[in-house]
């Protein structure tokens, strides 16, 4: 019983003390107010920045942090929370729900050393303090000795009669004088000072966290396009609250001194609203160039000079503008509302409910979100692409709407209402219906409860077809017309079809992405033709299809994204810099699992019964020809490159657009390409063409990855076989596209600009993520692209992905040594570690795609012990026997591999400590 309150005494106990004594410190040492403040702002940045290098599940998107970084997190933190976190690091999840982490180790030291460094400072405070009236005395002497003197001089002059103006300039004037008295007030004030303070240290600490990255990945360059998004991510609810605080402030400051009776019996006092909004966006456009003056300053330190004012520019357009509407609409409530206190309860509501994160789920119309930011990414291809001008749009039709609420307010206040204003309103309100309709063109409402009914009817209707027999895709021909200027592109493809089962097929389930347009589609027999409308058909065949037999898919469909709709990750087809998973939008045949509901709440609504399982390792292993042929045609805008899955059959020009033809035999149902103002480096390796695709301002890591590729191909090839195409692309993308860092296609690697491809992997040479680039993803190449083909089941990701990790291990300690790719090994030990306690532990061999913390970092650490258990060699020999003996058609599992390690070696020891390896959790 008393464990329970040794919590509260540890942390919240201690904590007071030393937040208290700190301040008691500041205040009777300088007895400044805005020492005081910042001291505490100091104290709140200091427990941020911690947080950040320990590694904490407290700060979203945190990277880990070396081990030795934890440390000193856990010894200087002043709340001691990262101390807790290091001596946590290795309990389970559940451990953490039922455990009390023991008062020892770094939390004990932590908790000691700042306790004793608050009674040091109580104790310095209580001496420094004085007890003794003498010095009240001395002031009131001084004051005695010195009796204020008032003079008088006689005025010569006479009095004049100023004549009165009321005219539009007179108005400009008294709008400016507002605005300057409430600057002055503002600037002068401390509460701006340690505002200006907060925000720079914050979003500061945000730009470095952006920068380094943490032990994963290597240092960002600290280009403009990553300072600005940096801004827009952070400023914004900061300034909503900013708005609500200073305009509350500002408008009542008059009222709480009595002076407003004054001030409202003058003419222009009519003004003092228009001055107070002066006053709080020029404050605003202030902190904007602050931010952007603190984002240059870290590009001059890092030394990444080239200065993108497009980038910053646009901090201004989607935080400093929505925020300054946001103020015009904020003094509408406090100019309307009676009592102070209530205007600013009402203000924090309109703040978290119209400018908030949680805007978007009470205002489902995107065009009546007038007060919100944009959390986009910034593109050195694309820029922040068409969703600029649409913001601008957007900013423009609430531009127009908080116009018409000012004018009704002031003719409600006046009373009065001329055809001038009337002309005006109607003006407004026509420029911002335009406005609103070029924002809106091509929108289309997403209601998620509606598409929650749709898989629920999808599922109850078709889930039978998941054991019945379908038509296999055997031959995929297609050409795929880009129009990236026109963010859209339009299909033709043809599907060859067999009967590979022992089963005749009499009805077929055809499924259409919902997000492409079918412009036409017919299903071909040798004895009929069904056309095909909607996004989802059940064809039932007159004459069932027999085994063997073949049939056809004909199909056009067209994509078109707008940026009220927002685009797909996978699917970005932008001005410069596209990425299309494709095969993603080709149609499918057969009930498709991915559809189902998750949520098991909703399924018990819609009676939907059992979630579709992931099969288990132990269910028979199957032989499935799944592999198709692919001949891909891309066309591009006449100024771009497509590059593809296969190898280059070949490429012209035609009608002032650029043809590309890809050709690839024997691959998963798994390709997709993309287009850009390409950069090209080519080299011939050993009778390979290595080609490398990327932006022009990015060429700092092209011979580097080129140098890579030709080691990882040396190393796989001589170890695992041979590569199985004639040609290796690295093909880089925007960072529209999002959810990797580098992903492996049949001859094709693609990665985004702002994770590996533009990394400063000079500022580090401990990290060498270009090694990972060419070893991991080129590895793929062998480990599930198209040699093996697991299905999906438990352990399939062991196949791929952390034979992938072993391979860049290997390859690691090829160019680097032994000792620096043990220290790359604690890295990923570190990461699941952390990990690890954050979800549900499986043995590896059973490991499922989402516990990617053990695919990829346990299984690093695995199989690097396994080639120290048995020798690099003997692992290497039993990965390439696995390939030998599992490819396709067969569909091979992690046991399969087992066995394979089990056969170098003929030790039963050494065969219990293999299992034990890859079975404990």
Not at 303 to 312: E, P, V
Not at 739 to 768: R, W
């Amino acid at each position: 019983m008393l464990v329970l309150p040794l919590p509260s005494l540890i942390f919240e106990g201690i904590n007071c003390i030393v937040v208290c004594s700190f301040l008691f410190f500041i205040s009777f040492t300088t007895k400044k107010k805005l020492l005081v403040v910042v001291g505490g702002l100091f104290l709140y940045v200091l427990y941020m920045i911690i947080l950040v290098f320990s590694n904490s599940p407290f700060m979203s998107g945190s990277l880990p942090q070396s081990l030795e970084t934890q440390k000193l997190s856990a010894l200087i933190d002043p709340f001691g929370i990262s101390s807790y976190f290091f001596e946590a690091r290795i309990l389970s999840a559940k451990q953490k729900n039922e455990m009390i982490v023991y008062f020892s180790g770094y939390l004990l030291m932590n908790r000691i050393v700042f306790l004793i460094i608050s009674m040091l400072l109580l104790v310095l405070t209580y001496r420094l303090f004085s007890f003794s009236p003498l010095s009240q005395n001395k002031n009131k002497s001084k004051l005695k000795n010195h009796p204020a003197s008032v003079s008088f001089t006689e005025n010569s002059e006479p009095f004049r009669t100023t004549r009165s103006t009321f005219g539009f300039i007179s108005d400009i004037k008294s709008v400016l004088s507002f605005a300057k008295i409430d600057l002055i007030y503002l600037f002068k004030s401390i509460t701006i000072v340690a505002v200006s303070i907060l925000l720079l240290f914050f979003v500061g600490m945000e730009m470095y966290a952006e920068i380094e990255k943490g032990i994963r990945l290597p240092q960002q360059y600290a280009s403009s396009g990553l300072m600005a998004t940096t801004i827009s991510e952070n400023f914004h609810i900061f300034g909503m609250l900013i708005v609500i605080y200073f305009i509350n402030d500002l408008f009542w400051r008059s009222h709480s001194s009595g002076f407003s009776l004054i001030e409202k019996s003058t003419y222009f006092s009519k003004n003092k609203l228009n001055g107070h909004f002066l006053s709080i966006s020029i404050l605003f456009f202030f902190l904007n160039v602050i931010l952007i003056f603190e984002g240059l300053i870290f590009q001059f330190i890092y030394s990444y000079f080239h200065i993108d004012w497009n980038a910053y520019l646009g901090t201004v357009l989607f935080n400093t503008f929505p925020l300054i509407l946001f103020s015009a609409f904020i003094l509408l409530i406090n100019d309307n509302i009676k009592n102070r206190f209530i205007a600013l309860g009402v203000s924090v509501l309109a703040g978290f409910t119209l400018a908030g994160p949680v805007s978007k789920k009470i205002i489902s119309n995107p065009l009546l979100r007038i007060f919100s930011d944009y959390k986009g990414v910034y593109s050195d291809f694309n820029g922040y692409g068409p969703y600029a001008t649409a913001f601008a749009e957007r900013l423009l039709f609430g531009l127009s709407v908080i116009a018409c609420f000012w004018l009704v307010n002031e003719c409600l206040k006046t009373k009065k209402w001329n055809i001038k204003q009337l002309i005006f309103t109607v003006i407004i309100l026509s420029f911002g219906a335009f406005a609103g309709n070029l924002f809106m063109k091509g929108y289309i409402p997403q209601n998620e409860d509606e598409k929650m009914v749709q898989s629920a009817q999808y599922e109850q209707k078709f889930k039978h077809y998941k054991n019945l027999a379908q038509p296999a895709i055997t031959d995929v021909t297609t050409e795929i017309q880009l129009y990236p200027s026109e963010n859209s592109y339009k299909i033709n493809g043809t599907y060859r079809l067999s009967n590979q089962t022992d089963k005749s097929i009499d009805r077929i389930l055809i499924n259409f992405n919902s997000d492409l347009q079918i412009e036409s589609a017919h299903f071909n027999t040798a004895s009929e033709s069904k056309k095909i409308a909607q996004t989802v058909t059940e064809l039932y065949l007159k004459k069932p299809l027999q085994p063997g037999e073949t049939a056809s898919l004909d199909f056009k469909i067209s994509y078109r994204w707008s940026a009220v709709n927002g685009h797909d990750s996978f699917n970005s087809i932008i001005e410069n810099g596209s990425f299309m998973r494709i095969s993603r939008y080709f149609p499918t045949f057969g009930y498709q699992a991915d559809n189902e509901i998750e949520n098991e709440e909703k399924r018990a609504e819609f009676k939907l019964g059992k979630q579709s399982e992931l099969k288990k390792l132990e269910a028979p292993e199957v032989f499935k020809k799944d592999f198709i042929n692919l001949d891909m045609t891309v066309s591009t805008e006449k100024d771009q490159a497509a590059v593809g899955t296969g190898d280059l059959i070949q490429q012209y020009s035609k009608d002032n657009r650029n043809y590309f033809h890809y050709r690839s035999n024997g691959i998963p149902f798994r390709f997709a390409f993309s287009s850009a103002r390409y950069q090209a480096k080519s080299a011939i390796y050993k009778g390979i063409t290595i080609n490398i695709f990327y932006d022009k301002k990015h060429s700092e890591n092209v011979d580097h990855l080129l140098e890579n590729a030709k080691i990882t191909l040396d190393y796989c090839t001589e170890n695992f076989g041979k590569y199985p195409f004639k040609t290796i692309n690295f093909a880089e993308v925007s960072s529209f596209t999002k959810g990797f860092a580098a992903t492996a296609y049949p001859s094709t690697i693609f990665m985004t600009e702002d994770m590996l491809f533009h990394a400063n992997i000079h500022a580090d040479q401990d990290q060498d993520v270009i090694n990972e680039l060419a070893g991991h993803e080129l590895s793929h190449l062998w480990w599930g692209n198209s040699q093996i083909d697991p299905d999906d089941r438990e352990g399939t990701t062991m196949l791929t992905e952390t034979l992938a990790m072993y391979t860049e291990m290997m390859i690691y300690k090829k160019m680097h040594g032994k000792e620096k790719m043990l220290e790359k090994l604690k890295v990923h030990q570190q990461i699941f570690d952390n990990e690890k306690g954050l979800s549900e532990n499986q043995p590896l061999y059973k490991v499922n795609g989402e516990n990617t913390h053990i695919s990829y970092s346990k299984g690093a650490v695995i199989m690097v012990k396994l080639s120290e258990l048995i020798g690099e060699n003997n692992v290497n020999t039993a990965l390439k026997n696995f390939l030998l003996h599992n490819q396709y058609p067969k569909k091979p599992t992690s046991l399969d591999l087992l066995r394979e390690f089990y056969k170098v070696t003929s030790n039963e020891e050494v065969r219990k400590k293999i299992y034990n390896l890859f079975s404990s959790e």
